[in-house]
């Protein structure tokens, strides 16, 4: 394809200074702020910063426009959502990977380099690899595989760095300027590729909409919708521009707090579920606030809970499951429906559901696994249990007083689990008592314990080693056996271990704490991942007492293993 631009210069947003693409394609050279690409003239096709343009190469079809009917009904409003989730890569982010892709090949850089947990690091692998580009990816040592598979299927090198998301940033600058590396991020270029979504949304006749909402990490997409729609008019194609709403979570809003202040904020902590929008420097602040300014445009901000919900909403009454992040449009607007009543709304759902299933399994309690008997599947059904799972998500969950149905035996069970905790002197939150019914459903009532813990003893030692005395019972006789370890849990298991082996070995191939609450005498759940050969068993204990959780989740494991193990 020819001509894709009428000429244009790359100029600061802080001081209008001219820039060169060939030096810079990230801040101003004399100041350091952001850049943005400007036209000679304006043109009725999008026009964008590149000698010549590949047609996108793996989107078939433009992002759909959906009026929410449901929705609208209930809240008296005209409410559409831009699936940006439909994008190739599941984010809207591919907008301009295609765009900054193709802009490092122009410049004949060697590779592109990204700092990235997710998202972006997926988009940009799948452009270079399809323009045979070698891509690296720096993410921080946390990022869990599921997060970095789709850049690992496209071929990027992962480079993983010890630190967190900033560590990875400024390693990641460093490493672009000692080669011939072009630096791929929320920049200039990006936003060029990001505006085309006005472009899209002008065709499909959403471009008349009362409000736009966008929920704004770096703020780079809404500076980008923002810019298509300044050319838009510019080229005559729109009279005016929808109000742009910016939503953040309220635990991580620099932006919104920066719109209020009218000057840019660094967060040093952010932590929301919305993981995509957690940004502690936005970058591009000074767009968002521009495109407030012009716009008449409004910011606000959600709580955690109010994201659960809305995120459940979308899902339950419109059919989309997104990620936390594509919650915050619909919250805001729920928060504010004198505002936006009888109005034009489009939401923009950035991201799919299926890239964060983490944030579900952990605002859920999991299924029991039943035998197969359809007595017990009926019984199961008739417990409660599934209600009490349904309502244990959001809000809801910190009021609701879990009410079962259990059947005796688990019944029993549960009932020796509450004196056994009662008897350490501490009561169940609600939290507690759903975890722990949880736990007690998916125990098998059939199970004979081999081995039993009768008494342990914990010695400190130097150099943070400690040593564990077990006194055990072992199919009736009484064994005392003893280990060093690295910590507690170590040396608990190794000193248990020592004689169990003999019954049935086992590995220790993995253990979970989780700490139920921030009290001090909180319920904490062990989760043990247990094999032998290529046999693995998960199992599960909880009490107010670590070590004492360890110890029931690995008798437990013993007593599943040696029932189950095929030899
Ligand atoms: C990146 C991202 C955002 C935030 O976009 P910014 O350009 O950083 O403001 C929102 N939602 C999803 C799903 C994202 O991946
Ligand atoms: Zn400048």
Known sequence: MKSTNTGYELRCVANNHLNSAKETTTYCTQCDSVLRVHYNEPTELIQYPLDSLVPEPLKTKPSALKKL???????????????????????FKDRGSYIEVQKARELDADAICLAST??????????????????????????????????????????????????????CRKFAKS?????????????????????????????????????????????????????????????????MVA???????????????????????????????????PVDFYKVLEGIENTDGLAYTVTEDEILDSLKEMAVEEGHFTEPACALPLAAFKNNQEVFEGKKCVFILTGAGLKDTGVVAK???????????????????????????????????????????????????????????NKKGKTLSNNEIEVLQSLVFNEDLDLEYPVEVLDYKLTMRKHGLVHATVK?????????????????????????????????PLHVKNHEVEILSPDTDSLVMVTLTLTNQDQEWVSKGASPDTLEAVIQAFTKGLAIATKTSVV
Not at 69 to 91: I, M, Q, V
Not at 127 to 141: L, T
Not at 249 to 272: D, L, M, Y
């Open 472 to 504: 055990l019972d072992i199919e009736g006789n009484e064994v005392t056996t003893e280990a060093k370890g690295v910590g507690p849990i170590d040396a608990i298991l190794t000193a248990i271990k020592a004689e169990t082996d003999n019954v049935f």
């Open 69 to 91: 009917d449901r929705l609208s009904k209930t809240y008296n409003a005209d409410l559409w959502a831009k699936l940006e989730f439909e994008h190739p890569t599941g984010c």
């Open 179 to 243: 080669g011939n590396y072009y630096l791929a991020g929320d920049y200039v270029f990006r936003e060029e590729g990001q505006k085309s979504f006005s472009y899209e949304l002008l065709e499909q006749g959403g471009a008349d909409a009362d409000f736009i909402f966008v929920p704004i990490g770096c703020g780079t997409n809404f500076g980008a919708i923002c810019k298509g729609f300044y050319e838009l008019k510019a080229a005559g194609k729109i009279d005016s521009i929808p109000r």
């Open 247 to 281: 939503i953040q979570p309220e635990q991580s809003s620099p932006v919104v707090e920066g719109i209020f202040k009218k000057e840019k904020i660094i967060k040093k902590q952010v932590n929301t579920m919305a993981q995509s929008v957690a940004a502690s420097d």
């Open 363 to 421: 605002h859920s309690l999991s299924s029991p696994v039943l035998s197969p008997d359809l007595n017990k599947v009926i019984n199961y059904i008739n417990s409660g249990f599934i209600e009490m799972q349904k309502k244990s998500w959001g809000k809801s969950r910190d009021t609701f007083m879990a009410n079962l149905k259990m059947d005796e035996d688990h019944k029993k069970l549960y009932d020796d689990y509450v004196s056994s905790i």
């Open 118 to 171: 997710g998202n972006m690091a997926a988009s940009v692998a799948a452009y270079a690899c399809y323009f045979k580009i070698p891509c690296f990816v720096f993410v921080p040592e946390k990022t869990t595989d599921a997060k970095i598979a789709q850049a690992s299927i496209y071929d990027a090198n992962i480079i993983r760095i010890k630190g967190d998301f900033s560590a990875c940033e400024a390693l």
